[in-house]
Structures are given as structure tokens and as C-alpha cells.
């Protein structure tokens, strides 16, 4: 109910799961998402002045399977199991105490203080709340949700034994969590069968689309069995859209950098796990590339593929703003690229060999969106 209320943006004009559709494969299909402020669901929402968030949408899918989350990875479980995010101190011991399901359960925390995702400039009083004011922002939600009996009898029936008024936003956070981590986690795909014994689960295409993701140093960071390394490498995509304050502008995003302030660590971004890839178009961190096929010849020859890469696969009002800095993105392009070159025939295997990395299962995710949700705001469906 949380994940799809409204209630939850300052104001009460967006969700979370409007960028994440259930309908759309838990994504926007959007270059980049479009925050408050707007209207329609997926590909036909639209913002009256035509905004958009630095960054893409990335898909619910399997996330039990990452300790780090947003494509810097700036909420993230460290290795001695202790939790690191943006807010620092404000995410309290008691708050970390309520977590369930690590460094996810705090995930629910952050594009609500974000001002262009759902908080707002004005209107309301979350937006009245200074940037650093994390606790505010969080204390000024449970008395929304405090104010709805029908929230209070649900928190409660969740958390047994904690009245709502010793609740914190922690709770609705770490609930946000469980329902991804019940409803998204897709892992009985072709490939998994198939690593289970059963040959009849890959055509002959797929199988030499797989030997080539293997020999091509695909799996060196979309490792074996989850698909990804909890790490973070420059792939040389290019950047577009408003950016994240990084560059001259402002209009560049420097990736995990911006986490961690070290410079080698510049332009680079999260490894996505592949599972259910073909159902989250468009792919890369700014929704750079339009199609699986795509993303995937530009592997082939990588630092030429950026040189040409062509503009008009993306939303056409974002066309004009990829960035002209494709020297400074190789500058730091991960070294183990470098030598990839495919056969003829290649690009096209691999593609197939990633549709075998679908869960059936996944492909309609609409039993999951609520009929109504206790504070009686609309629905996005
Ligand atoms: C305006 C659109 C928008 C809204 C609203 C939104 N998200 Fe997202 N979500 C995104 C984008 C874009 C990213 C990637 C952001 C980044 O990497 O900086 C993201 C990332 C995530 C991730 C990380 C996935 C991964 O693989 O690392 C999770 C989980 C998530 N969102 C859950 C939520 C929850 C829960 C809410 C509501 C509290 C929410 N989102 C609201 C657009 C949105
Ligand atoms: C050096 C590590 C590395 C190697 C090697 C690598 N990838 Fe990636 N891959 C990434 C990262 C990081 C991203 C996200 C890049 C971005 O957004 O800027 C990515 C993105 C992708 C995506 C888009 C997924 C999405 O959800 O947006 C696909 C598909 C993909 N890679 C396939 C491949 C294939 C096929 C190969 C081998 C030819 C390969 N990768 C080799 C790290 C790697």
C-alpha cells in the first residue's frame, strides 16, 4: 500500500511505484524518469516543463540479490554488515534495529527528501523542510500516515507489540522493502534451468550467445550465478540530461565518485544484474541505450562504439543534451574492455542468450497493484 500511495510525496501527486510500474516491468521505460509535478504512468507521462531526473529508472527485480542500491550504490551494506547512506547519522540505531532485509529496507528513505522525485520546491510542508533535514521530512510523513486510522490498524498489525506512536518512518521504509523483496525476486529463468540440468531450456543460438558472454569477459562483472559483482566500473556510456551536479554546469554525473570522493572511482556506475533484462528497456544508468541488441554491440570495439554512439535512440527532448565529453569518459574506461572485439554474428547471439534470462513469471506483474490504497489518492496503474 505504501509503495503505491501518494501519500508519501509532498504533494500527494506521485508514488513509488509510478516510476516503477508494475505494468511496465517495474520500470518507466523512459530515458530518464519524470518526477512530481507530472502526469501519466511510464511512457505517456508527461511534466508540464518538461523535467526529467538525472537518472533511469532501474527495475525492482531480484534485489535479495545486491547489498548496494541506486546507481552509485549510495545506500549500501558495508562488509562488516553495518549500513551507509546518504542521511549519515540520521538513520538512527533504532532505525537500523527495525531493518529486516539490510541495506533494501533504508532504500524507502531517500527519493522521498529528494525534491524533484516527490518531495516538491513548495506546496507543502515536507518541501518547507530544509535539504539536510532528513528527520523532519521523515517525522512529518508518519504524522500523514498517523492521521489514517486504517494505516495505523495495518503498522501496527505489522510490528507487533510497537504502538504507531513509537513508529518511526524506518518502519514504512523496511515494509517498502519486504513487498520488493516478496513480489520482485523473478530467478526461474531459462539460464537457471539450464544450469540445473536441463539442456532443452537454451536453442543452439543461445548456447553460442552464452560461450561468447563467457569468452567476450561479460561475466567478468555480470558474474555466474547472480549476474552482478557489487561493483562499480566506467563501461564508457555517454551522459545526458540534467546531471548530478557534477562538470561544467553541473550536467555530468561522476557515478560512484560522487559516494566515495575518490577520482578513480569517476564515471562509474553499478553493475546491473541481468535477470528479466528484456523486460526493462531502455538500459545504462541515463536510459542511454534504446534496445538489448544495442547495449550489447556496444561492447564490440567500445571506445569507437562511443565516438559514434547515436543520439536519436533516446526521448526526443533529451537528444540535444548528450553531453560532448566522450575523451574525458575514456579517460578511466575500465581496462578490462579494452581488448573486446565480436565476430560477425556475435552481438546477435548474446542478445538471445540474455532473452533465456527471462522469468515467465515476470512478464505480468499487475496482481500486484492495489485496487485502492488507505488514503483514497489515486492509483497509478
Ligand atoms: C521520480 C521517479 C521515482 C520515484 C518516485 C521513485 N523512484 Fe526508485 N528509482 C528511480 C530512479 C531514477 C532510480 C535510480 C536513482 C539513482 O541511481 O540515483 C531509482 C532507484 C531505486 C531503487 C534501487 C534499485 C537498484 O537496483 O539499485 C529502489 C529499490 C527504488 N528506486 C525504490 C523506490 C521506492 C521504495 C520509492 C518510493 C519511496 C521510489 N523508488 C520512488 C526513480 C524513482
Ligand atoms: C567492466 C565490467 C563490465 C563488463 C566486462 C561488462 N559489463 Fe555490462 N554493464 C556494466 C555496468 C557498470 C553497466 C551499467 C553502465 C552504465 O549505466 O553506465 C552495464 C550494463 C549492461 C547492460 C544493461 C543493463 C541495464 O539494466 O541497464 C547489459 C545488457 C550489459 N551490461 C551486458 C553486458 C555484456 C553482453 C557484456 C559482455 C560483452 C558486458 N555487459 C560486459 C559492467 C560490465
Given at each position: 500500500?505504501?509503495?503505491?500511495?501518494?501519500?508519501?510525496?509532498?504533494?500527494?501527486?506521485?508514488?513509488?511505484?509510478?516510476?516503477?510500474?508494475?505494468?511496465?516491468?517495474?520500470?518507466?521505460?523512459?530515458?530518464?524518469?519524470?518526477?512530481?509535478?507530472?502526469?501519466?504512468?511510464?511512457?505517456?507521462?508527461?511534466?508540464?516543463?518538461?523535467?526529467?531526473?538525472p537518472r533511469?529508472?532501474?527495475?525492482?527485480?531480484?534485489?535479495?540479490?545486491?547489498?548496494?542500491?541506486?546507481w552509485d550504490?549510495?545506500?549500501?551494506?558495508?562488509?562488516?554488515?553495518?549500513?551507509?547512506?546518504?542521511?549519515?547519522?540520521?538513520?538512527?540505531?533504532?532505525?537500523?534495529?527495525?531493518?529486516?532485509?539490510?541495506?533494501?529496507?533504508?532504500?524507502?528513505?531517500?527519493?522521498?527528501?529528494?525534491?524533484?522525485?516527490?518531495?516538491?520546491?513548495?506546496?507543502?510542508?515536507?518541501?518547507?523542510?530544509?535539504?539536510?533535514?532528513?528527520?523532519?521530512?521523515?517525522?512529518?510523513?508518519?504524522?500523514?500516515?498517523?492521521?489514517?486510522?486504517?494505516?495505523?490498524?495495518?503498522?501496527?498489525?505489522?510490528?507487533?507489540?510497537?504502538?504507531?506512536?513509537?513508529?518511526?518512518?524506518?518502519?514504512?521504509?523496511?515494509?517498502?522493502?519486504?513487498?520488493?523483496?516478496?513480489?520482485?525476486?523473478?530467478?526461474?529463468?531459462?539460464?537457471?534451468?539450464?544450469?540445473?540440468?536441463?539442456?532443452?531450456?537454451?536453442?543452439?543460438?543461445?548456447?553460442?550467445?552464452?560461450?561468447?558472454?563467457?569468452?567476450?569477459?561479460?561475466?567478468?562483472?555480470?558474474?555466474?550465478?547472480?549476474?552482478?559483482?557489487?561493483?562499480?566500473?566506467n563501461?564508457?556510456t555517454p551522459q545526458l540530461g540534467p546531471g548530478r551536479g557534477n562538470g561544467p554546469g553541473g550536467l555530468d554525473d561522476f557515478g560512484r565518485e560522487g559516494?566515495?570522493?575518490?577520482p578513480?572511482d569517476r564515471r562509474r556506475f553499478?553493475?546491473?544484474?541481468?535477470?528479466?533484462?528484456?523486460?526493462?528497456?531502455?538500459?545504462?544508468h541515463a536510459?542511454q541505450?534504446?534496445?538489448?541488441?544495442?547495449?550489447?554491440?556496444?561492447?564490440?570495439?567500445?571506445?569507437?562504439?562511443?565516438?559514434?554512439?547515436?543520439?536519436?535512440?533516446?526521448?526526443?527532448?533529451?537528444?540535444?543534451t548528450v553531453l560532448d565529453n566522450f575523451a574525458d569518459i575514456l579517460l578511466n574506461?575500465?581496462?578490462?574492455?579494452?581488448?573486446?572485439?565480436?565476430?560477425?554474428?556475435?552481438?546477435?547471439?548474446?542478445?538471445?542468450?540474455?532473452?533465456?534470462?527471462?522469468?515467465?513469471?515476470?512478464?505480468?506483474?499487475?496482481?500486484?497493484?492495489?485496487?485502492?490504497?488507505?488514503?483514497?489518492?489515486?492509483?497509478?496503474?
Open positions: 500500500m505504501l509503495a503505491f500511495d501518494k501519500i508519501l510525496s509532498g504533494n500527494q501527486d506521485i508514488s513509488c511505484m509510478t516510476c516503477h510500474p508494475p505494468s511496465f516491468g517495474s520500470t518507466d521505460r523512459r530515458t530518464l524518469s519524470i518526477g512530481q509535478g507530472a502526469t501519466g504512468v511510464g511512457p505517456s507521462r508527461v511534466h508540464p516543463s518538461g523535467t526529467f531526473i533511469n529508472s532501474p527495475p525492482l527485480f531480484n534485489l535479495h540479490l545486491q547489498r548496494s542500491f541506486f550504490g549510495r545506500v549500501e551494506e558495508l562488509e562488516n554488515g553495518s549500513l551507509s547512506t546518504p542521511a549519515g547519522a540520521q538513520v538512527t540505531a533504532g532505525m537500523e534495529a527495525t531493518f529486516e532485509f539490510g541495506a533494501l529496507s533504508a532504500v524507502g528513505l531517500f527519493p522521498v527528501m529528494s525534491r524533484a522525485e516527490m518531495r516538491a520546491e513548495t506546496g507543502n510542508e515536507l518541501a518547507a523542510r530544509a535539504d539536510g533535514d532528513f528527520t523532519g521530512v521523515w517525522a512529518d510523513l508518519m504524522t500523514r500516515l498517523g492521521a489514517i486510522a486504517e494505516y495505523r490498524t495495518m503498522f501496527e498489525a505489522a510490528y507487533p507489540g510497537t504502538t504507531f506512536d513509537n513508529m518511526t518512518f524506518a518502519h514504512a521504509s523496511n515494509a517498502i522493502g519486504g513487498f520488493i523483496l516478496s513480489e520482485f525476486a523473478f530467478v526461474d529463468t531459462g539460464w537457471d534451468l539450464f544450469l540445473l540440468g536441463d539442456d532443452s531450456q537454451l536453442s543452439n543460438t543461445q548456447l553460442e550467445g552464452a560461450l561468447s558472454f563467457m569468452n567476450q569477459r561479460c561475466l567478468r562483472c555480470h558474474e555466474a550465478d547472480n549476474l552482478i559483482d557489487d561493483g562499480f566500473h563501461v564508457a559516494v566515495t570522493g575518490d578513480d553499478k553493475t546491473p544484474q541481468l535477470r528479466n533484462v528484456e523486460l526493462s528497456a531502455p538500459y545504462g536510459g541505450f534504446a534496445d538489448l541488441f544495442t547495449i550489447v554491440e556496444h561492447y564490440d570495439d567500445i571506445d569507437a562504439r562511443l565516438l559514434e554512439y547515436d543520439a536519436t535512440q533516446v526521448e526526443t527532448a533529451l537528444q540535444s574506461r575500465d581496462t578490462i574492455l579494452a581488448p573486446i572485439e565480436f565476430d560477425e554474428g556475435e552481438a546477435e547471439n548474446i542478445t538471445a542468450f540474455l532473452l533465456s534470462m527471462t522469468d515467465a513469471a515476470a512478464r505480468d506483474l499487475t496482481a500486484v497493484i492495489p485496487a485502492t490504497v488507505p488514503s483514497g489518492l489515486e492509483v497509478d496503474r
